[in-house]
């Protein structure tokens, strides 16, 4: 922390976003069925205090609408602007409330879509400051916050009829026997870790051996692979990846939404025989019904259904672990209203009983989830059993402090702030449109300048 905590020195003096885009649709990293040519993207937020504190956050985004994430953050921007940062940390809740209830804003949210993004890129940022202003990595910071303090940072409304604050406060005390072992158990072992990046659906049957035989050497034994095109090719490529892998390794696939109810019922009972641990997404990512049917079919087959990656909001989550819609929660750091209302996730699942096994791998979603998850070791949930965090190697070294990943486990950070800050170089060659290596990409015709009209 740069000087001292004064009002004055820590009064957010500026908020800035950036569009900054990778071009990873060229080499087709993080297709699916749905998404054939992500370019992995984000909104990046810098918010500055007097003193020239500086916290980073982002939201993740595929490429285009970026831009409209870039503008719902400009339409927030002056409600950030003027505070001080502890008078947020204070009533965290509260501010987080005052974001996302705004009332003019809300109409077109509220709570999900574009303005939930932004609002999560925002708040991310602000924790990402609290951390840096505490000097610890994010994931000390909540550990080390009284179950009191932590609870004052959630919004409780609409949940309370599945959990109170009162509700969690205990929970989170009763959670805190072994706490110090546990932390030094992470240090030691840090968090197990699955790969998606052997199955992207873009990739062809050499690089999919290939990967597979490169993740085992990395020592993985929980990997992921796309479907949902078509049925032949899911059975021939899960033919392929069963036997580069064997039997005795975890398999999940992953359908991001392309299918009906009753159609992935019938899809996945054809790839039960590959021993699939979960079918993630498998329709709608509303459809929370939908969502229990296929569970229910699927579960004689061994088959859990994962979802959470586009789920909007806590009320949403709420009703999918009611429903046992969700055998496996996945959050996203980047989603929902960032932490805040990611820790009222973490306390539902806990207490309905429903592990989480987040979602990662877009720009800086390991570098943020690693933070939840071991939060959430060390406080809540107390174990890692069956609990496991997604791993992608995509542009990790953009970043200052990249993720670090080693025998397919996370090691725990511990650098101050939430692993959020991108390199320098990173945002002038990848803003979009005016970036370098944009500049470069538009002569060699990969990409047409937006600049330009059609
Ligand atoms: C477009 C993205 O790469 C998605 O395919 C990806 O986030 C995916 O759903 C995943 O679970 O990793
Ligand atoms: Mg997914």
């Known amino acids: 922390m740069s000087g001292t905590m004064t009002t004055e020195n820590l009064r957010i003096v500026s908020l800035d976003v950036k569009d900054i885009r990778f071009p990873t649709s060229l080499g087709a990293h993080g297709s699916d069925a749905m998404h054939t040519d992500p370019d992995y993207s984000c909104a990046y937020v810098t918010v500055k205090t007097a003193k020239g504190d500086e916290g980073h956050g982002l939201t993740f985004t595929c490429g285009r609408g970026t831009e409209i994430v870039v503008a719902a953050v400009k339409s927030l921007r002056n409600m950030v602007i003027g505070q001080t940062a502890f008078e947020i940390f204070k009533d ?6 005052s974001l996302t209830s705004e009332t003019q804003i809300r109409w077109v949210g509220p709570e999900k879509g574009v303005t ?28 080390d916050l009284e179950p009191e303090q932590l609870v004052s940072t959630i919004d409780f409304r609409y949940i309370t009829d599945v959990i109170t604050k ?19 158990d992470l240090f030691v072992h840090g968090y197990p870790a699955y790969t998606t990046q052997v199955g992207w659906l873009g990739y062809s049957n050499e690089q999919i051996i290939e990967l597979c035989q ?17 049925l ?32 992935a019922i019938e899809w996945m009972k054809e790839l039960a025989r590959f021993k699939i641990t979960w079918i ?13 049917t296929i569970a229910k079919a699927l579960k004689p087959l061994g088959i ?19 429903a046992d819609a969700m055998q496996y929660c996945q959050i996203d750091s980047a989603r929902i209203g960032g932490i805040n209302e990611i820790l009222s996730v973490y306390l539902m699942a806990h207490k309905l009983g429903v592990k989480i096994c987040p979602h990662a791998g877009g720009i800086g979603l390991c570098e943020m989830v690693q933070h939840l998850q071991m939060w959430d070791y060390i406080c809540l949930s107390g174990t890692r059993e069956g609990r496991v965090i997604e791993y992608v190697d995509q542009q990790h070294d953009q970043f200052v402090n ?9 090691q725990a950070p511990r650098v101050a702030g939430y692993n959020t800050t991108l390199k320098q170089e990173a945002i002038e060659k990848y803003e979009y449109p005016n970036g370098s290596e944009w500049e470069s990409m538009y002569q060699k015709g990969l990409f047409h300048d937006p600049r330009k009209l059609y």
């Open 116 to 143: 939930h993004l932004a609002v999560a890129a925002i708040v991310n940022s602000l924790w990402d400051l609290w951390a840096k202003l505490l000097n610890k990595p994010v994931w000390l910071l909540l550990a």
């Open 214 to 230: 490169r993740y085992l050497d990395l020592g993985f034994t929980f990997f992921k692979l796309k479907v949902g095109n078509d």
């Open 232 to 263: 032949k090719d899911d059975i021939r490529r899960l033919e392929l990846v069963r036997n580069t892998i064997g039997w005795d390794n975890t398999l999940a696939v992953d359908a991001n939404q392309v299918w009906e109810v009753n159609e």
């Open 166 to 184: 009162e509700e969690a406060i205990e929970i989170l005390k009763k959670a805190r026997e072994g706490k110090e072992e546990r932390i030094q």
């Open 280 to 292: 993630e997404e498998p329709t709608s990512p509303d459809d929370i019904l939908g969502h229990a």
């Open 304 to 322: 859990g259904v994962a979802t959470g990656e586009m789920c909007c909001n806590r009320v949403m989550f709420k009703q999918f672990l009611q």
């Open 402 to 410: 990249p993720t670090i990943v080693d025998k397919a486990c996370y």
């Open 92 to 97: 965290f809740a509260g501010f987080w409330r």
